[in-house]
């Protein structure tokens, strides 16, 4: 049997997002700019711009029985993404985010998670296990409840699937189990969470992916922003790979564009170094655009941006 799907499991809510000069401080009213909705959520991010990447991509979420679900099926579909294992959950509303945008095009972002927290493994990963079976790569995010993302973590290893866990929402007190995966991809706020230390410079954030490796992960690659990504091997190997200069619009998607390329060049075998750069570039060009999914380059656009800025 071919293994040579990108298999997501993760969340997938409708974005509802306000533009700002600045955020407003507590208790503080701002009067915004534009408003519109987009699709989102982490998994169904991942899982467009894995597609648009030329991934093979499918994705075991769910939505809610509520005017959203349609439109959210329908959006994916359209991308390519196979959804065949994308659920309905009765009773419960769809994942829905608010997000705020600032001038400067950093973001703020409430989740009310609705049926991705119906997620379970009973319901939607054992029924389901046949593509874990068929994906060389498993993509997973902490947007649904955490004995779902263990089971599917536990799946994954059963069939010998490389795991890639994008640690966001990085919880308070994250176990070692959930560390304990092929990649981990923390962004600098997530790694200080996991790892109980502070980020800042080169030195300090080789210790902070160094402590997530003692925990358990095979590799870390800590996203650095504007300062690029750092790779961290098990072995003891650091890479850096340096950041793309691109006018940034909304920063929103560039996590999850990082990580869906990410997926995309392990699954075609790349090596670590040079599938952090590819998903550098992918994750500059989602800062490109406003939204999440709407932000999502494609292999060409990316093919083009590592061209144009040769390392």
Known sequence: MAKDSILVVGSI??????????MPAPGETV?????????????????????RLGGKCRLIAAVGED????ALRENLQKEGVDCSALAIKHGVPSGVAMILVDSNGENSIVVASGANYRVTPDDDLFPNEHLFAEASVVV????LPLP?????IELARRHHCQILLDPAPAPAAMCDELCRVDVLTPNVIEAERISGARAGDESADKLIASAIIQRGAKNVILKLG?????VVTADGHFYTAPPFKVPIVDTTAAGDAFTAAL??????????RDAARFANAAGALACTKLGAQTAMPTAQEVSSLLRDQPQ
Do not use: I
């Open 140 to 143: 997973l995010q902490l947007e």
């Open 31 to 51: 009067l915004g700019g534009g408003f519109g909705t987009t699709f989102g959520g982490k998994g169904a991010n991942q899982a467009v711009a894995a597609a």
């Open 263 to 272: 997926a995309v060049a392990m699954s075609r075998g790349d090596r670590l």
């Open 148 to 152: 779902t993302v263990r089971a599917a």
């Open 67 to 70: 005017e959203f679900g349609p």
């Open 226 to 230: 504007g300062r690029g990504s750092l």
């Open 13 to 22: 809510n409708m974005d509802m997002v306000v533009r700002v000069k600045e």
